[in-house]
Each structure stands twice: as C-alpha cells, then as structure tokens.
C-alpha cells in the first residue's frame, strides 16, 4: 500500500489541494449566499453586479436593454427592446466557474506571485467573458428564439468552459511548477 502512496504521490498532492481549495472556497461562497434572504426575492450582489455590467455592455454597442428585479424568485429579468429575454439568477453570475478554475490552479501552484496573477487575471477574463456571454446571449435570443436551447445550453456553455480549459493548459505549461520541472529535465 506504502508503494502506491509513494507512486501516486503528485497525483495525491494535486487531488487533495483541488478538493481542499475548491470546498474551501465553495463552503466561503456558500456562507456569502446565506446573507441573502431568497424568500422576500433579494439577489446577491454579485449577481446584480453581472447583471447590471450585462445591461452595460448592451448599452455600449447601441442595444436597448434593461434589468428589473424578478418579482416571483430571487433573480434579475433582462430585457431586450422591452422583451423578457433572460432571468439572471445566482448560478449565472460565473462565481462556481471561477471557483473551479481557481481550484485547479491552486493544485498545480507554480511561484506565489505568479500564481497569485494567474489567479487574478484568469478570474477577471472569466468575470469579463461572462458578462459577455450573457449580453450575446441575450441579444441573440431576441433574434433567434428558436435556437434558446443550443445557444444557451451547448454553445455558450462549451464556449465558457473552453476557455477555462485553455487558461488551465497555458498555466499546467507555462507556469505551475509541473512546467518548470519539465523544462529542466
């Protein structure tokens, strides 16, 4: 049994620092949720935050949107040339997203400092591509109703996750500490 430990040894490190950082940081968001009282309907700020920067966006290229509070659930309803086209609730607001990437580059950590800058950067692009994701999406269903589910259920999903995955291959070769000791061997 000793042996298997010593061999899966990195694969034991990296498994145990995803799982701690990814519950740590999802016990945290968790205990940020439990602020907000989802029976009198009130939305967290972060989703407020994307939702308004959703809004913006819209605005900046000429597009009519606004955002109104839900008055069923605890969600935002976007608007788009006075049409309900999205409900913006918690799970959009790209937090589990962002807690996954940061998980995955805690557990293959390269130099503080740039991992720190990863770990901004990443979450910040993620953050920014979100916004993004929901304003198109928006958009484009107002267009193209017809296409709600591939666009909301296949292509902006894949489109999101891609580019954490992309972000996870430049660290794991650029910059975790796995890339430096390859790079020396």
Known sequence: MKKYFILYKPFLIFLGKFLLTYLVLTFVYQLYLDQFDGEIKEVDGVTKMVAEHSKDLSFFFNYDAKILPNLNEPAID??????????????????????????????????????????????????????VRIA?????????????????????????????????????????????????S
């Open 78 to 131: 976007f608007y788009y040339n006075n049409k309900k086209m999205a409900r913006i609730i918690e799970g959009c607001n790209g937090l589990s997203v962002i807690i996954l990437f940061i998980s995955f580059i805690v557990a293959f950590s390269g130099k503080k400092r740039t991992t720190i800058l990863f770990l901004i950067g990443g979450s910040l692009l993620i953050y920014i591509l979100n916004v």
């Open 136 to 184: 198109l999406l928006c958009i484009l269903m107002y267009y193209h109703p017809e296409q709600e589910h591939f666009l909301h259920g296949v292509l902006f999903p894949v489109f999101i996750y891609g580019v954490v995955f992309i972000l996870w291959i430049i660290w794991v070769n650029k910059f975790s500490k796995y890339a430096t000791k390859n790079i020396e």
